[in-house]
């Protein structure tokens, strides 16, 4: 975050500059006004393309073997934009190929699943996956009870990243 600041504040010493420039080669035909507009447009220009690349760089940099399997695009009155682009703000990703397998029940395997949000830190649940019956458990507290079942089907993305092969 320190270092989005940082890129910000560059962002508006440039654009300022910029301006500037622009007012020197046309004889200083641009009123005073558009500099500070210049270095303004800059650090929205940049907080915008850090927002939005946030999802793609965070997303790349994750190890071999977790695989994103759901994201969330979002859309605010105070970014406007987001209504024609929505911007992905958080993502889940699972670790299939860490994926462990209950030594008594073949197919039930647990899996850690990872939770991004933008200005938020990571949270890492643990979660049971019944492969031959489509079905997960998902957490419940960490009391010790029985797990709560939840028949989710074929389609349900988190399912098919910790039983597909290549998880393997």
């Known amino acids: 975050m320190f270092y989005e600041l940082i890129a910000v504040l560059v962002a508006g010493v440039a654009g300022a500059g910029v301006v500037m420039l622009l007012s020197k080669a046309s004889g200083g035909r641009l009123p005073r ?3 500070p507009v210049g270095a303004g447009l800059a650090m929205l220009g940049a907080s915008i393309a850090s927002e ?29 934009w987001t209504y024609a682009w929505p911007m992905t703000d958080r993502f889940i ?15 039930l395997y647990l899996a ?3 939770f991004f949000a933008r200005w938020h830190p990571t949270q890492v649940v643990e979660i049971m996956v019944d492969c031959p019956g489509q079905r997960r458990a998902d957490p419940m507290g960490g009391d010790g009870g029985d797990p709560r079942w939840r028949e989710v089907g074929a389609e349900d993305a988190i399912l098919s ?3 597909s092969e290549r998880a393997a």
Not at 93 to 107: F, K, L, S, Y
């Open 112 to 114: 850690d699943l990872y």
């Open 161 to 163: 990243a910790v039983c």
């Open 52 to 80: 939005y690349g946030w999802y793609d760089a965070t997303a790349r940099a994750l190890p071999g073997g977790v695989e994103v399997v759901e994201t969330h695009a979002s859309s605010a009155a105070w970014r406007p």
């Open 33 to 35: 006004w558009a500099i």
């Open 93 to 107: 990703a699972v670790d299939a190929a860490g994926r462990r397998e209950n030594a008594q029940t073949p197919g």
